[in-house]
């Protein structure tokens, strides 16, 4: 039997298009109200014909329970390897599950101890510049710039400890923004990318990304020479050996290996601590809650992943602003077969995009669903969420390979500023959300910052 699911227009994809390019999620969702129904077709902007779902149920189908007749899209993989590489993120089949058997245990805890000395550093060193900063009566920041900063500068320490410079990290942050750019308008506009063959702007982002490529090898190859010890995701990706073997990743797959890190792992967290931020100067109740947590801990010099993961009211709110906010609001599968679930058919050229941000705003999911309200995360509520009505890290075999990292570094984070500082956002901020590979504010965040009492 085919329940047949209801399909959007052409005629309305083309009314959209505009909006659509601005910012897909109000468009989504209207076609799900228009709808009335968790799943439908439509003919994307690149005219395959695409799954759009807020149907937990089928996204955990797709993404576990029939993972294995599924792979990443064109898009994930052919379009974002085209400046990202083919890595983890990027690949499919026999060559990702490969990749991911030998880079896993680099992310295990024991890896991640490793590397929260580091983290602990860098987010130190952030706040003793913001203090110089206030002092001088510098107080006003953009805290999405500023997260990106941070975050940039932890992922490049984690991997490199030392071997980049300040320059060097601002030049792989401005690398990997022009080039998420030149992607995003490959896939929301592909019918003008005769325009950005026409301006040059292909070629200079090719050109950008030979000049990424080449500053990431030289690191590579220096750590080589070297041949000194770190203790940081590098050494880890150098002695990493394919199992059974005595082999480890060449130059190319180290090169693609790390600038995924880069793509997959800084935007996502700066977001996630971005809108954390926002939501706490609007809750204050629970920014109170969260700051008498930190207070309370003091986190010491060897510092654990447990000591950290023990802050659990700040892991609770992190996750509430996952819900709302989540990073990665959308992700999608390709069918290798023609499958069918609920006698709903998907077909063999048909993308399913699982709606992350739609089913962590689904009414029938969570009550009140635009509240701020960290307690749906207590040690007793969590109990009670169904499956796949919450994932901001995705889920099954490709679940999010630096999930335990994302968390290890925003509850550090949250735990440094917020015992340290106050944010308050200017009156005229608004939270309008403007959707690109991650889930961005889309006008500055502007917020004051001033250190709290105690300090
Ligand atoms: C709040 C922060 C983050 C969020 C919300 C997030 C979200 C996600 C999601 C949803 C996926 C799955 C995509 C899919 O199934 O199509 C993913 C995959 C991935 N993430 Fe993250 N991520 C975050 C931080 C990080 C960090 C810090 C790193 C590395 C240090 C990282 C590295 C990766 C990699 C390599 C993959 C691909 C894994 C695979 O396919 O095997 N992510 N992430």
């Known amino acids: 039997m085919d329940n047949e699911l209801p399909r959007v227009s052409t005629f309305t994809v083309l009314k959209n298009i505009v909006k659509f390019v601005q910012n897909p999620i109000p468009i989504i969702n209207g076609h799900f109200e228009n709808l009335g129904s968790k799943s439908y077709r439509i003919s994307m902007a690149s005219m395959q014909d695409a799954l759009i779902t807020r149907d937990p149920e089928l996204a955990q189908y797709i993404l576990q329970k029939n993972h294995k ?39 295990h805890k024991k890896s991640l101890n490793g590397y929260i000395k580091i983290m602990s550093s860098m987010i130190e060193n952030y706040t003793n510049e913001l203090n110089s900063r206030i002092e001088s009566g510098n107080t006003k920041i953009n805290v999405f710039n500023e997260m990106s900063n941070l ?48 301006t040059g702007e292909t070629k200079r982002n090719k050109a950008l990304t030979k000049e990424l490529y080449q500053l990431i090898l030289n690191v590579i190859h220096e750590r080589k020479n070297t041949k ?11 002695a990493a050996r394919y199992e059974g ?5 060449s130059d190319q797959q180290l090169l693609d290996e790390v600038l995924i890190i880069f793509v997959a792992g800084y935007e996502t ?50 996750s509430e602003a996952m819900r709302i906010y989540p990073p990665a609001w959308i992700v999608d599968r390709l069918p290798i077969v023609e499958d069918e679930y609920n006698g709903v058919r998907i077909s063999k050229d048909c993308v399913v995009n699982i709606f ?8 029938e999911n969570w009550i009140d669903p635009e509240k701020f309200d960290p307690e749906r995360f207590s040690k007793e509520n969590k109990k009670n969420i169904r499956p796949y009505t919450y994932f901001p890290f995705g889920g099954g075999p490709r679940l999010c390979i630096g999930h335990q990292f ?7 984070a949250l735990y440094h500023l917020l015992t340290k500082f106050d944010f308050t ?31």
């Open 69 to 107: 007749n599924y792979i990443k899209s064109k898009i994930q993989t052919e379009l974002l390897a085209e400046f990202a590489g083919k890595g983890l993120l990027t690949s499919n089949g026999a060559y990702w599950l490969k990749q991911r058997r030998l880079i896993q245990p680099g992310f």
């Open 151 to 198: 975050s940039i500068q932890i992922v490049a320490r984690t991997l490199f400890t030392n071997d980049v410079d300040a320059d060097k990290i601002k030049k792989i942050k401005d690398g990997v923004d022009i080039l998420q750019a030149a992607l995003v308008k490959n896939i929301r506009q592909p019918y003008l990318k005769w325009f950005r063959n026409v």
């Open 228 to 238: 000194s010890a770190n203790d940081d995701v590098l050494d880890m990706l150098l």
């Open 245 to 249: 073997t005595d082999e480890g990743m």
């Open 269 to 318: 967290t700066a977001n996630a601590l971005t809108w954390t931020l926002y939501l706490l100067d609007k809750n204050r109740a629970e920014l109170k809650k969260l700051r008498s947590e930190c207070q309370q801990k003091h986190l010491s010099e060897s510092l654990t992943l447990e000591d950290v993961m023990s802050l659990s009211y700040t892991k609770q709110v992190a």
């Open 356 to 363: 992350i941000y739609g089913i962590h705003h689904d009414p």
């Open 406 to 412: 994302a968390m290890m570094e925003i509850q550090l």
């Open 425 to 455: 956002c200017d009156a005229y901020v608004k939270a309008d959300i403007a959707p690109s590979v991650t889930l961005r504010p889309k006008y500055a965040m502007m917020m004051d910052v001033v250190k709290l009492k105690e300090n």
